[in-house]
């Protein structure tokens, strides 16, 4: 049996280009799973396997890979960096025990390191911070370090410092041991000598060795007290208190480097090694109810002889089938063991099971707590599914994704394609659950839903290459809602005599506008069995039922209340079917009454931009009917925050392109629903009717 306490589950995520995908290289490289660094501008990089992935030179996909250092095992996820993509961090830091925050030594805190940052907290995911691309133009890393402390509200502790600037940066100087680290021309990581100090830097360093000290001794009182009266603690005590204080997210330590140049990574892995957490020493997942969904109260202690509980994290279909990534949380898995999924109550065989190489894979027999791998071939398994031991059925805290906002239509071009198409979207909605589709059952064209612009292309993109099918791609469209604005009381009665036994249902009612976000609430307050209490939930059934097709343009309901407060029923002819059909009329007799209202979503919009085109990016963002709510002055440029509908922003990357003579950069992620502007919700409710005609 492993020993837990030498596993380190980790995953690397930044802004795009902040050098996640290149770091995670040099990790393979220098723990000698690799023997030759592939290049993500040449597109040979390791980790990003997909086509798409190497013609762009970005990632999609998060992926996994198994390595040594100084003796113990780590599991690394490279994940994407696109606000696109977010749906893969989030499921990669459920998964995970700690992280590796990238930032551009040049760009910063950049938007997206902020959303994934915050999506850590959240997972209260342990973090090193990895200032990266110091040899480039314009790269300060005391400048990221602010940044760090200001933008993310986060308390970087500095664990080296840099030696030399831009292109002159030779090498880091490790704070706690005060020795130097510098690389020669060659370009190979393994080629450094330790030094002393350079001269110049004596007094920076001492400056923030003290500030190192003192902020580790906090973590232990005894210490604390022997420091206070002037005994310099061990480097081994500190790096007892530093590994605390990094759990309890007191302080993140903070390494600097360049991965292309090969310069600063190994300080890095050690840092893994000896400051992030074991899988045994972070807080166990929460069990749930699976009928409710709340916490139990009970967790799924790390323990290689508990029951088997596991969590399914991502769906990936290669060309050897499907696999299910899993994270082993206690127990252990092996080869032709019957689990239990509790998500279905479906049991499944375990066949084949294989430890990732990003796109290879190890055959394994056994796995146990702490691990991630992967299972070939599982049926009826889908992200955030529990799988357990049948004899203890538990169901661990499930994934909450966000909701597309942006939808194309599209078809076939050709009669033959169209089970094809059919099968291959059916395989990409469970690899990617903030990925959806539907099919417009008056014009019989398939809807794909999904988090922007960017995620659909690549869609559409893996549809045409990898599944071989052409297709027909519409404009992209918005998500609209509907709501009402003003509360209406009404009746109404369904009555049907024609032979046999009749249908009669009156139901007397109040509508409502709700609280933002609260979706459709429905009450009853009928006293006396006007409307039989059995009869309630075929009222809610039907007003619900409704809610999905508005009145003005047929777009779902938010945010409305129903109140059942009187009626009345007919001892033989009234039934659960009489009173649904009465709620669906009375939808439709109410609804415009209560001042049906169109609401689009608004975009939580941050753009990059150099300061001699700060007017004009304002400017523009103006015309899209936008709301500038910040701006922020950083050294390469200037962060402006702005609330913006979506329906204004298609295209919005080329043309800050041209306006910004390419050097603007902008990430978008839903923020709210917003009413539209009567002029926005003419055109929309015109269009909708003109396509269902």
């Known amino acids: 049996m492993a020993d837990l306490s030498k596993y380190r589950n980790i995953g690397i995520f930044a802004h795009v280009d902040a050098g996640k995908t290149t770091t995670t290289e040099r990790i393979l490289k220098l723990t000698g799973k690799i023997h030759k660094t592939g290049e993500v501008h040449d597109g040979e990089s ?12 970005i990632t999609i996909q998060s992926a996994a890979v198994t390595c040594e250092w100084n003796g113990h095992r780590l599991n690394v996820i490279d994940t994407p960096g696109h606000v696109d993509f977010t749906v893969e961090v989030y499921r990669s830091l459920k998964v995970l025990d700690g992280g590796i925050g990238v930032f551009c030594g040049s760009g910063g805190v950049e938007p997206q390191s902020e959303t994934n940052w915050r999506y850590a907290n959240e997972s209260e995911v342990s973090r090193l911070i990895f200032v990266n691309k110091l040899d480039r133009m314009g790269a300060d890393f005391f400048n990221v370090v602010d940044q760090v402390k200001n933008v993310l509200g986060a308390n970087p502790l500095v664990m080296t410092l840099p030696i030399g600037r831009e ?15 510098v690389w020669d021309d060659s370009g190979l990581p393994e080629n450094y000598e330790i030094q002393d100090v350079p001269a110049d830097m004596v007094d920076d360093l001492e ?71 074991a899988p045994t020493e972070v807080d166990p997942q929460p069990l749930t109810d699976p009928e409710t969904g709340e916490p139990t109260g009970e967790v799924a202690t790390v323990d290689a002889d508990a029951p088997l509980k596991a969590l399914a994290f991502k769906i990936m279909d290669d060309r050897f089938g499907a696999l299910t990534f899993i994270r082993i949380y206690s127990g252990r898995m092996k080869k032709g063991d019957t689990i239990l999924n509790s998500a ?61 906002v942006i939808s194309i ?72 809602r509907e709501t009402i604005t003003q509360p209406v009381e009404d009746s109404y009665t369904h009555k049907k005599q024609s032979g046999g036994s009749g249908q009669f249902a009156k139901i007397d009612y109040r509508i409502k506008p709700g609280e933002a976000n609260s979706g459709f609430t429905f009450s009853s307050s009928v006293v006396g069995g006007n409307v039989p209490k059995e009869f309630w939930p075929a009222v809610e059934k039907g007003f619900a039922s409704m809610m ?61 931009t150099p300061e001699d085109h700060v007017g004009d990016v304002i400017g523009d963002l103006n015309r899209r009917r936008g709301m500038i709510k910040d701006q922020q002055a950083g050294t390469t440029g200037v962060r402006i ?41 003419e055109e929309v409710i015109a269009k909708a009717k003109e396509d269902n005609k």
């Open 46 to 57: 390791t980790t990003d396997f997909m086509e798409q992935e190497a013609e762009r030179g």
């Open 167 to 181: 292109d002159d940066f030779v090498g880091v100087v490790d704070v706690l041991s005060r020795k130097a680290y």
């Open 207 to 277: 400056a923030y060795r003290e500030e190192l000290v003192e902020t580790a001794v906090e973590q232990d009182d005894d210490l604390m007290e022997a420091y206070m009266e002037g005994e310099e603690p061990s480097i081994e005590d500190l790096k007892r208190c530093i590994r605390k204080g990094t759990r309890d997210l007191a302080f993140f330590p903070t390494f600097c480097g360049s991965a292309f140049k090969n310069k600063g990574v190994q300080l890095v892995l050690d840092a893994v090694v000896d400051y992030l957490p």
């Open 344 to 404: 279905t109550g479906k049991t499944e065989r375990i066949g084949r099971m294989c430890e990732m190489q990003a796109d290879e894979r190890n055959e394994l027999t056994e796995a146990q707590a702490g691990d991630i791998i992967a299972v070939v071939g599982m049926k009826n398994v889908q992200t955030g599914h529990t799988l357990c031991d049948p004899k203890h059925e538990v169901t661990l805290e499930a994934m909450i994704f966000p909701e597309p």
């Open 409 to 480: 239509a599209v078809s076939p071009k050709d009669k033959g394609s169209t089970e094809k198409m059919g099968i291959a979207i059916g395989k990409m909605v469970a690899e990617d659950p903030s990925f959806q589709v539907e099919t417009d059952e008056d014009s019989g064209e398939t809807i794909l839903k999904g988090m922007g612009e960017l995620h659909l292309d690549i869609k559409v993109d893996i549809l045409k290459r990898t599944y071989g099918v052409e297709l027909e791609v519409g404009a992209p469209q918005v998500a609209y």
């Open 548 to 608: 999905d097709n508005g009145v003005l343009a047929g777009f779902p309901t938010l945010d409305v209340e129903v109140e059942l407060f009187d009626g009345s029923f007919h001892a033989v002819d009234s039934s659960a079917i009489a009173y649904e059909i009465a709620a669906k009329g009375a939808f439709r007799q109410s609804m415009p009454k209560a001042g049906a209202q169109l609401l689009e979503p608004i975009m939580h919009v941050d753009v990059f």
């Open 641 to 681: 925050k702005a609330n913006v509908p979506l329906s204004e922003m298609f295209g919005y990357i080329g043309h800050l392109r041209t306006i910004t003579s390419g050097r603007g950069q902008f990430s978008m992620e839903f923020e709210h629903y917003a009413p539209c502007p009567a002029n926005v919700a």
